[in-house]
């Protein structure tokens, strides 16, 4: 009884110390900005729907407080799956690109044909992420700015 009370111990002095590694290197990301469930707001700016599929795209504008720019995010996922499981396929912040609406940078983003999604950035747009593929869609990029009105004159 007595070695297995010492054993008891030990598991128990083991979880304790798992337990604090666990808070450490949780209080280590959150003051870094990475924390596990971070504090951030997304805003929903666009729902493109791709006709041949059940995917689509959304436009998100997302922000992670003061100490961060805002993020433009487009995220594509299946209407059949939760909104958790769409994946950032693109993701970016203004950088030297003014912002367009809300404090999100300008973008366009259209199915051309099933399976086929297009995003148009701001030129001068801050890019952290452009993924190729996603969900079984493929995804071209480009680089523009949006047409305006020229100036009367």
Do not use: H
Request: hydrophobic residues 40%; aromatic residues 8%; glycine residues 10%.
């Amino acid at each position: 009884m007595v070695a297995g009370g010492i054993a008891l111990d030990r598991a128990i002095g083991r979880l304790e110390a798992m337990y604090r590694i666990g808070l450490c290197c949780r209080t280590i990301l959150g003051l870094t900005g990475c924390d596990i469930d971070p504090l951030c707001s997304s805003q929903v700016l666009q729902i493109a729907r791709d006709t041949g599929s059940d995917r689509y795209a959304a436009t998100v504008l997302r922000d992670c407080g003061a100490t961060t720019d805002y993020a433009t995010v487009v995220q594509v996922g299946r209407a059949g799956e939760l909104q958790s499981a769409a994946r950032d396929v693109f993701v970016a912040d203004s950088g030297a690109a003014s912002s367009f609406a809300g404090n999100a940078i300008w973008t366009s983003v259209v199915w051309t044909r099933p399976g086929q999604l297009s995003v148009a950035y701001a030129t001068k747009a801050r890019v952290f992420r452009r993924e190729p593929t996603a969900k079984g869609a493929v995804i071209r990029y480009f680089e523009s700015d949006p047409i305006g009105v020229p100036p009367p004159g």
